[in-house]
């Protein structure tokens, strides 16, 4: 019953600069966590950044100082800024989200359709 509507994927230059967006719509009564993953060619899924509801953080140790994640609880938007980007930051990447449909209900993992992003001269 949810959708997480991704976007701001493309292809940049080394060096430049992305904001992918990413917005969850349905039967949603509220979000605790939500985050970014990437998936390059070859290589694993990883956690790029994630945020809560409080506005708690994780990054991986790859994107610190470049990435930042940012949440607007009333939109049910979570935004990722991406700074200063590598040719090896290329890759598919995945919005998630833990739902929560009803007060007292369990919290349930969703995933968006996954936006491309190429960084290369």
């Known amino acids: 019953q949810v959708q997480l509507v991704e976007s701001g994927g493309g292809l940049v230059q080394p060096g430049g600069s992305l904001r992918l967006s990413c917005a969850a719509s349905?039967?949603?009564?509220?979000?605790?966590?939500m985050g970014w993953y990437r998936q390059a060619p070859g290589k694993q899924r990883e956690l790029v950044a994630a945020?809560?509801?409080?506005?708690?953080?994780r990054y991986a140790d790859s994107v610190k100082g470049r990435f930042t994640i940012s949440r607007d609880n009333a939109k049910n938007t979570v935004y990722l800024q991406m700074n200063s980007l590598k040719p090896e930051d290329t890759a598919v990447y995945y919005c998630?989200?833990?739902?929560?449909?009803?007060?007292?209900?369990?919290?349930?993992?969703?995933w968006g359709q996954g936006t491309q992003v190429t960084v290369t001269s």
């Open positions: 349905g039967s949603i009564f509220s979000i605790y966590a």
């Open positions: 945020i809560t509801s409080g506005g708690s953080t």
């Open positions: 998630n989200a833990d739902v929560s449909p009803q007060l007292g209900y369990v919290y349930r993992d969703y």
